[in-house]
T-cell receptor
Framework: QVQLQESGPGLVKPSETLSLTCTVSGGSVSSYYWSWIRQPPGQGLEWIGYISNSGNTNYNPTLKSRVAISVDTSKNQFSLKLISVTAADTAVYYCARGGLFGLDSWGQGTLATVSS | QSALTQPPSASGSRGQSVTISCTGTSSDVGGYSYVSWYQQHAGKAPKVIVYEVTKRPSGVPDRFSGSRSGNTASLTVSGLQVEDEADYYC??????????FGGGTKLTVL
């Protein structure tokens, strides 16, 4: 059974870059699509984007200019970078397996707070 | 590209049935058979309970069922149990190969 675990700094300063990594166990990142989703405190889920098994990416149009998702097959990980962050980017960030057609496995989530 | 529309809350007594709606457009819910539903208990990660409109992953009780009519998808929970109290989110494939989520529905079991 595939398991996902997010990691990264819990605190990021405004205007800096948020970088998170998702480590996959029990499955290969070379297979499937992989996604990032976030949830601001007390709010709903927001799709950030996905990377396909061939390395193609697609992003939420509202975040597209600031976000990049990449994969590292040697470490069986995929990553999220979000530049020029503001307080509005404070959220629990989840990684998940799947892309356009449903997300069947999720990490436990990691809280990223944007504050000086 | 707007979020899908869900009622903010729903409730039902133990043993009863409740239906949660998810309204989109012909460019998402109504146009593609890729609607999913997720259950999220407080402080936990979401878990898929319905995918491709009507399919249930293994291990999900058959008390949970999905359907769609036009641009509105629905999740029905039959025989409500205390452990069904959670937030429920719908999502859909949308034109331009993106994904939309609903705003979420808080289900209370009375």
């Amino acid at each position: 059974q595939v398991q996902l675990q997010e990691s990264g700094p819990g605190l990021v300063k405004p205007s800096e870059t948020l970088s998170l990594t998702c480590t996959v166990s029990g499955g290969s990142v070379s297979s499937y699509y992989w996604s990032w989703i976030r949830q601001p405190p007390g709010q709903g889920l927001e799709w950030i984007g996905y990377i396909s098994n061939s390395g193609n990416t697609n992003y939420n149009p509202t975040l597209k200019s600031r976000v990049a998702i990449s994969v590292d097959t040697s470490k069986n990980q995929f990553s999220l970078k979000l530049i020029s962050v503001t307080a509005a980017d404070t959220a629990v960030y989840y990684c998940a397996r799947g892309g356009l057609f449903g997300l069947d496995s999720w990490g436990q989530g990691t809280l990223a707070t944007v504050s000086s | 590209q707007s979020a899908l529309t869900q009622p903010p809350s729903a409730s039902g007594s133990r043993g009863q049935s409740v239906t949660i709606s998810c309204t989109g457009t012909s460019s998402d819910v109504g146009g593609y058979s890729y609607v999913s539903w997720y259950q999220q208990h407080a402080g936990k990660a979401p878990k898929v309970i319905v995918y491709e409109v009507t399919k249930r992953p293994s291990g999900v009780p058959d008390r949970f069922s999905g359907s769609r009519s036009g641009n509105t998808a629905s999740l029905t929970v039959s025989g409500l149990q205390v452990e069904d109290e959670a937030d429920y989110y719908c999502s859909s494939y949308a034109r331009s190969s993106t994904v939309l989520f609903g705003g979420g529905t808080k289900l209370t079991v009375l």
